[in-house]
Structures are given as C-alpha cells and as structure tokens.
C-alpha cells in the first residue's frame, strides 16, 4: 500500500479551497494513503467546501503537477 505526505508546498497551501484541502489532509498525520485521504476530501465535497472540484480532481492536481501557476506537486508518494 502506498503511502502519501504532503510536500513544503503542500503544508503552505493557504487560499481557498486549497488551503481547506491542506488542513483535512494534515489531520491524517503526516503519512496518510489515498483512500483515507479521498475520504477526507469527500467530507469537504459533502459540506461545500471544496469548490467546483471533486475529490478525485483535487487529488490529481495535488499529486501530478500541483495547482495552476505553481506546477509543484503538492502530495509525494514515499516507500517505506
């Protein structure tokens, strides 16, 4: 199972729904994996607070190639 964390850019996340997205995924701990942090996201999708994205969305731009102008992922895989 792979583990995830989020990179120097990832914990400086603080606009928006992206900024909201870094706080669920920092109250999984400091290794979290996808799942659990889907469903961390899906929690934000349900309440509105996540924008017009969904969680599957959010997890790629934050894996692949981070946020708009950024172009930094802000989640690393790690191999433990």
Known sequence: MSMYRLTDAGHELN???RRNARIALEALGPTFTEARAMD???VL???DMLG???PASFWHRFTAQGAHAH???FIEC???
């Open 15 to 17: 606009i928006g729904f």
């Open 40 to 42: 961390a996201l899906a």
């Open 45 to 47: 999708h349900a309440l």
């Open 52 to 54: 017009e994205g969904t």
């Open 71 to 73: 172009k930094k992922a």
């Open 78 to 80: 790690i191999h433990e």
